[in-house]
């Protein structure tokens, strides 16, 4: 009986051994067995198209030829506050703007600065103000009939939160008066930042028009949130 036993033993081992050497020469078969049980696949790439086969029952009959097959690219998901910039589609529309200069009564404290600690600028490049919830910082555009003219939204104002106004930048109050109040067609060129936007107006949360402007970016971002989930995009393919 113990005769046996070991020459049972011995067979086994000697099958072990032998599969170790034929199959896997450099590496003992139970140590290779281990490692690929707790070994991990390799991560999806970004931009990579992956093609995935369905799985068929026991039951059916396995016909290479009838087998669906999808695929699928992989993109990294983006970080919230971009994904909310780039929910702008439109980048020709008609708003309504008005026009504000630096020796206003409601703007002699900060002088020819703007929102961001630059100065107003009127040339080529001129200064807009606006609600940063709806036109983020560096927001850049033009007028219909002004095609030279590029302007950028550096700079906001508390009548203007919760508006689609734009408050353009005037060097004096006879051009600002002259102005007015016109709705115009403007082309967005880029639109701007709302991290940006969050990270210069983060200290200054006393102000009511400026949580407002917060408050309506994290709302943009909680809409950019459930667009962006599972950072993936398929596209089926029979």
């Known amino acids: 009986m113990c005769n046996s036993k070991l020459m049972t033993s011995g067979i086994i081992a000697v099958l072990l051994a032998t599969l170790s050497s034929c199959a896997l020469p450099k590496q003992p078969l ?11 696949a390799a991560p999806l790439e970004t931009g990579v198209k992956y093609e995935v086969r369905k799985a ?8 290479p030829s009838e087998i ?4 699928f690219v992989f993109n990294e998901a983006k ?8 929910l702008h589609r439109n980048s020709q529309m008609r708003v309504r703007t008005t026009a504000y200069t630096h020796n206003e009564s409601d703007h002699l404290v900060y002088g020819v600065k703007n929102a961001i600690g630059t100065n107003l600028k009127f040339g080529k490049v001129r200064s807009a103000a606006a609600d940063w919830s709806r036109f983020p910082v560096g927001t850049k555009f033009r007028i219909a009939g002004q095609p030279e003219v590029i302007y950028v939204v550096d700079d906001y104002g508390s009548a203007l939160v919760g508006t689609g106004t734009i408050d353009l930048y005037k060097p004096s109050r006879s051009l600002m008066n002259n102005w007015g109040v016109r709705h115009v067609d403007i082309e967005v060129i880029e639109w701007g930042s709302y991290e940006k936007s969050m990270d210069l107006m983060r200290d200054r949360t006393k102000w009511k028009h400026v949580r407002a402007m917060m408050e309506g970016i994290e709302a943009r971002l909680r809409t950019a ?9 398929f596209t089926a393919a029979l």
């Not at 949130?225 to 995009?233: F, P, T, V």
């Open 30 to 40: 139970l140590t290779y067995l281990l490692e690929k049980r707790h070994r991990k």
């Open 56 to 63: 068929l029952a026991t039951s059916v009959p396995f016909r």
């Open 68 to 71: 669906k097959r999808y695929t």
């Open 79 to 86: 970080p919230p506050l971009m994904v909310a910039s780039n």
């Open 225 to 233: 949130g459930k667009q962006q989930e599972g950072g993936r995009s």
